[in-house]
């Protein structure tokens, strides 16, 4: 399977525990995005990268939150002193950045990680 | 700030019935848009898409939607259902930023 994938799919932690979540996206796709879905929701955005720049972060990632992608492969989201209100679905999706320079790249998702916080 | 609304939270059909799930965005600017699926115990998956040109474009599975720019509506269409079309839809826009704007999701399902 050539898509992207995400690890863990499931991890159950205790609140004010950190957690790191991994995505590695479609080989040669040079654009990866974090996004979280809650129950009865759409995915909201959470950050984007292109190769290894953090281009854009959204108000919901709080201080607790941050995002890194060493050398523009993988990406990792941590989340420091979890919070009950953290328990979603994250979701990786990667796209490639299209010839002409335009917005016209489609993003591919992964199948999630669902974090439960107790 | 682009957002997307999906009104239509649950829709219940019977095998070979019409589909439509109803899409409307709001952004003034040039917008690319999306359709993807979610079937049970599984990922996002993209189902159609619009960029640009003909505003009726066709997906996968049969499914079509048609771009309507003076309504901001990019409405999902299947002229026949099937059971194995029970799954989670969102609409999604891309407009002035990078990320994707999504919808809250229609539930389809589909009566044998």
């Known amino acids: 399977d050539t898509g992207v994938s995400q690890n863990p799919r499931h991890k159950i932690t205790k609140r004010g525990q950190n957690v790191t979540f991994r995505c590695d996206p479609i080989?040669?796709?040079?654009?990866l995005y974090w996004y979280r879905q809650t129950l009865g929701q759409g995915p909201e955005f959470l950050t984007y990268?292109?190769?290894?720049?953090?281009?854009?972060k959204s108000r919901l990632l709080s201080d607790r939150f941050s995002a890194e992608r060493p050398k523009g492969s993988f990406s990792t989201l941590e989340i420091q002193r979890t919070e009950q209100g953290d328990s979603a679905m994250y979701l990786c999706?990667?796209?490639?950045?299209?010839?002409?320079?335009?917005?016209?790249?489609?993003?591919?998702f992964g199948p999630g990680t669902r974090l439960t916080v107790l | 700030a682009q957002s997307v609304s999906q009104h239509n939270h649950h829709v219940i059909l019977s095998e070979a019935a019409s589909l439509e799930l109803g899409c409307n965005y709001s952004?003034?600017?040039?917008?690319?848009l999306f359709w993807y699926v979610q079937y049970p115990g599984q990922h996002l998956q993209l189902l159609l898409k619009?960029?640009?040109?003909?505003?009726l474009v066709k997906g996968i599975k049969g499914f079509e939607a048609e771009f309507i720019k003076s309504k901001f509506s990019f409405n999902l269409r299947k002229p026949s259902v099937q059971w194995s079309d029970t799954a989670e839809y969102f609409c999604?826009?891309?407009?002035?930023?990078?990320?994707?704007?999504f919808g809250s999701g229609t539930q389809l399902t589909v009566l044998p």
């Open positions: 999706a990667s796209s490639l950045k299209g010839t002409s320079g335009g917005r016209t790249d489609t993003q591919y």
């Open positions: 080989s040669e796709h040079n654009r």
């Open positions: 990268f292109q190769n290894e720049a953090q281009l854009e």
């Open positions: 952004y003034g600017g040039t917008v690319n």
């Open positions: 619009y960029f640009s040109g003909d505003p």
């Open positions: 999604a826009v891309h407009g002035s930023a990078r990320q994707l704007t």
